[in-house]
């Protein structure tokens, strides 16, 4: 796990060197009050335990702290727990730190730990993350210190606590505000709260100038919403935002040639993967489900959406997370494709619904995905559908794509468990006791043995179809300093400065 730890360190190291032009300083040179970011998506909401989308997650950490902090190499470093015991296998004894306080001027104490463990216990948006937590057993000891218990060992305890699902939150100032209230107008911890809100067009931050860290450098943050890549470009290239997320490949040449630009790039944990609703009769059928995998080509996919920023997807986790096991690239054979769909009794032809998100990216890997099934007899009827709406139509849709990220094999393959509830709708008995199995090897060989016998299961039984492993790819003025790559896309915007001219 070190190893793996130290490669990603290198390679990042190397990503920081490339774009080293946008770190460079000069004291005499006036600074803007502002940072302002071009966010591709609106938040659906900023309250942690409830949302899974990185577009909510890169507003949240400037919000919100954790327990315990995750760095771009995996390093984990106290953060509002200033150190810790492990009792035993199932407990951790957190200290608290005695100097935080909330943006209401609440104290931050071990209730609000407890508190915030029980919501990601039993929210649906963080319980299948959360579910080797014990809210029911976690014990306050006393105003600063708190007892962490699991239902069982859980390896991936301290990544999980880092993610942003984690996030601490005010039990005072949600139980005032209500839920709806708070995913609005958050009360974190964090070097920056919430200022305003202006549904459609941005969400703007203000400093915490009492924040219990380093201040941030900056007053002002403004994410901008702007769904649009060109536009996003346009506004990063005239000055109108500092910070552009969610570069498309296609547009990285133009960025590394244009003046007065810092294109970032770097290999991440980002991975597209086709999802099957394993409670279809239909796809239930490996011969079908294998027929879809050899109709598409991968390859052609990738060169044309992704160039050389992104690889074909040579397994069922990306590379770069630990565990991660490289197969042979799936083979691309239109001719065994149809006669297994004929075998499978769909000689005339089969119809299926795909469902995908309203993303750029997405949408063009499910039209090309669309074009190469025709080839083997295969129709789909797209429906464009955000996430919450999607999962509440239960088993009514039966392919889907999932853009996922995250640095740890748990929380990877947790979309294969059956009690995460999202696109796939596993029902299996054997791959959860696998899953549940590997996550409370402590010792790093005996659980990549584990996971590796999780991967050979779902590569070989076709439950997805991965696509592409991605470099996470951003851009800034040259104005920018401090700015710092992350796999995850998780930039802290605390250490950033951005030059007037």
Not at 30 to 44: A, M, N, R, V
Not at 71 to 81: C, E, K, Q
Not at 261 to 268: K, R
Not at 321 to 346: E, H, M, N, Q, R
Request: aromatic residues 10%; hydrophobic residues 40%; glycine residues 6%.
């Amino acid at each position: 796990m070190k190893a793996a730890k130290m490669l990603l360190a290198m390679l990042l190291v190397a990503a920081v060197l490339q774009v080293g032009a946008a770190t460079g300083s000069n004291s005499n040179r006036p600074l803007k009050d502002t940072i302002t970011i071009g966010h591709w998506e609106e938040p659906s909401s900023l309250d942690p335990q409830t949302n899974g989308k990185l577009a909510c997650f890169i507003v949240e950490i400037q919000i919100f702290n954790t327990l315990v902090h995750e760095d771009a190499d995996g390093v984990i470093t106290p953060s509002l727990a200033a150190s810790w015991d492990i009792i035993d296998d199932t407990t951790i004894r957190f200290h608290l730190r005695d100097n935080v306080y909330f943006h209401n001027g609440d104290k931050l104490n071990a209730e609000d730990v407890k508190f915030t463990i029980n919501r990601a216990t039993t929210d649906p948006g963080s319980s299948s993350t959360f579910k080797s937590f014990d809210a029911v057993k976690t014990k306050v000891v006393d105003e600063l210190t708190i007892d962490v218990k699991l239902k069982e060992a859980f390896a991936s305890v301290f990544e999980t606590l880092a993610t942003p699902r984690g996030s601490i939150i005010s039990k005072k100032a949600y139980e005032k505000m209500g839920a709806a209230a708070y995913a609005r107008n958050p009360i974190g911890t964090g070097p920056y709260k919430m200022a305003e809100w202006i549904t459609g067009t941005e969400i703007s931050l203000v400093r915490n100038e009492k924040y219990w860290g380093i201040p941030a450098k900056t007053k002002n943050i403004s994410y901008m919403f702007i769904s649009e890549s060109a536009n996003r470009l346009i506004e990063l290239e005239t000055g109108g935002v500092d910070i552009i997320y969610n570069v498309l490949a296609s547009d990285a040449p133009r960025l590394r040639k244009t003046e007065g630009i810092t294109l970032l790039m770097g290999p991440s944990y980002q991975y597209n993967t086709i999802t099957f609703n394993m409670q279809d009769p239909v796809l239930a059928d490996q011969r079908v489900r294998d027929a879809l995998t050899l109709a598409i080509n991968k390859s052609s996919i990738v060169d044309a959406l992704y160039d050389e920023t992104a690889t074909v997807a040579v397994g069922i986790m990306p590379s770069k997370t630990f565990g991660a096991t490289v197969y042979s690239p799936s083979a691309y054979d239109v001719k065994t494709a149809k006669k297994l769909i004929a075998d499978a009794g769909y000689a005339n032809g089969l119809k299926l619904n795909f469902v995908v998100q309203p993303l750029e990216e997405l949408t063009r890997i499910t039209e090309a995905v669309q074009n190469m099934w025709k080839e083997i007899g295969v129709t789909t009827k797209i429906f464009t559908s955000e996430l919450a709406p999607y999962l509440a139509q239960g088993n009514k849709l039966q392919v889907g794509i999932r853009n996922g990220s995250s640095s740890d094999p748990a929380n990877t393959l947790i979309i294969y468990d059956s009690s995460f509830g999202d696109r796939l709708n596993s029902n299996n008995k054997k791959l959860d006791g696998m899953l549940a199995k590997a996550k409370t090897l402590y010792n790093d060989k005996e659980r990549k043995l584990a996971y590796k016998e999780v991967q050979d299961y779902l590569w070989s039984a076709r439950w997805s179809i991965p696509i592409a492993f991605k470099n996470n790819i951003l851009a800034t003025s040259d104005k920018v300093e401090g700015f710092a790559f992350h796999p995850l896309s998780w930039e802290e915007l605390a250490y950033v400065t951005v030059y007037a001219k």
